[in-house]
Every structure is written in C-alpha cells, then in structure tokens.
T-cell receptor, first 114, second 115 residues
C-alpha cells in the first residue's frame, strides 16, 4: 500500500513565523503535490513537483514556497505565516507520467495561524 | 480549462436507501474521472476511477459510478447507504493524454446518512 505521511496533524503558529510542513512518501513516486482545503472552496493546488529539485506553481502559490531535495520528501514553506493561511494542508503523490495515475493523499495538517 | 461541478453541498439520505452524489465535468478532450472520500480529520481516500471501457465503474465499500459522456456526468452511487458512509466526497478530473497533470477537484459534497 502507498503510504504518504505528513509531519504534523495539528500545528499552531504565530503571525510572521516561518512554517515548514513536511511530506514523505514511501513508494518511489515521481510526482508530489500540495493542496490546501477550505470549507466551500474544495481543494486548491499550491505547488507540485515532477522530479527532484523541480517545482511548478499551482493555482494559489502566493505566500508559499516548496523544496524537493530528495525524491521521497516534499516540503511546503510559509515564509511569513499570516492568519489567512489558516487551513487544512494536504500532500499527495502519484507514480509517474500517465494521465491515468491515481493521486494518493496523506492525512493532512491542520494549521492555525494566530 | 478543466473543471468539475458538484451541484449539491449537502446530501441527506436515510440508512438503507440508495444514495447518489452528483458530479459534472467540463474538459477539452476526453476525461479521466475520479472519486475520493474524506472522513472527519483525515486525508482523501481513493474510491474509484473511470479510464475507459465499461461506463459503470465499481469501487471500494460498495460504491459505483456511471460515466455519461452525453451528459458530461460521473455520478457516484450506492444501492444501500450506511451510517458509516457519512463523509465528504470529492469528484476530480484530468484530461486524457495530458500526462500527469494534477487532478482538478470539485468543491465537495457532504453526505449525511441518517439512522
């Protein structure tokens, strides 16, 4: 079974702090994704990565950056957290370059910025 | 551009009754369609996908979905609902031959099954 893990289930940070959300997958997947989920808005794509050291902007990249130094790990960085970044953050991975691929999700990190 | 619409924010159904969660899509080309479920405080869990072939797709936990190209729909169904089916359901789409572009998700439908 594919396993996608996220470093924290719940996180509370203060405005202006630098925040790191970590995601690790154990199935040698090429592709990794970060989404945020907000009530009434569904899932919105922040960034994704097709390979190590590669990244692509999603629909809402402002205020975020990412890092992929190793194939299994994809980090989401909030350079200076703001209250409007309070949300549920979901990481996903998928195998390779086929459009039939299923994305597998981690359990999510619920971030609160005070 | 690809998009998915889930026209109902909330669906209520009595336990034992059939359930339907609606999804319509808009793509330039042929679609691959997915359904995911999210239980409280959990990540999304894959239920089923339509790639090609039979329009009726069977998935996990007794769920199935029917692809209807003329109506651009991919509704999720189950013949007999369980209280444990109460969750948030997401439909997603990707265009055929688009490589591994990220899935585009609908806004979700909350299903509540009442005992």
């Amino acid at each position: 079974d594919v396993k996608v893990t996220q470093s924290s289930r719940y996180l509370v940070k203060r405005t202006g702090e630098k925040v790191f959300l970590e995601c690790v997958q154990d199935m040698d997947h090429e592709n990794m994704f970060w989404y945020r989920q907000d009530p009434g808005l569904g899932l919105r794509l922040i960034y994704f990565s097709y390979d190590v050291k590669m990244k692509e902007k999603g629909d809402i990249p402002e205020g975020y950056s990412v890092s992929r130094e190793k194939k299994e790990r994809f980090s989401l960085i909030l350079e200076s957290a703001s209250t409007n970044q309070t949300s549920m953050y979901l990481c996903a991975s998928s195998l390779e370059g086929s459009s039939t691929d299923t994305q597998y999700f981690g359990p999510g990190t619920r971030l609160t910025v005070l | 551009a690809q998009s998915v619409a889930q026209p109902e924010d909330q669906v209520n159904v009595a336990e034992g009754n059939p359930l339907t969660v609606k999804c319509t899509y808009s793509v330039s080309g042929n679609p691959y369609l997915f359904w995911y479920v999210q239980y409280p405080n959990r990540g999304l869990q894959f239920l089923l996908k339509y790639i090609t072939g039979d329009n009726l797709v069977k998935g996990s936990y007794g769920f199935e979905a029917e692809f209807n190209k003329s109506q651009t729909s991919f509704h999720l169904k189950k013949p007999s609902a369980l209280v444990s089916d109460s969750a948030l359901y997401f439909c997603a789409v990707r265009v055929m031959f688009s490589g591994n572009t990220p899935l585009v998700f609908g806004k979700g439908t909350r299903l509540s099954v009442i005992a």
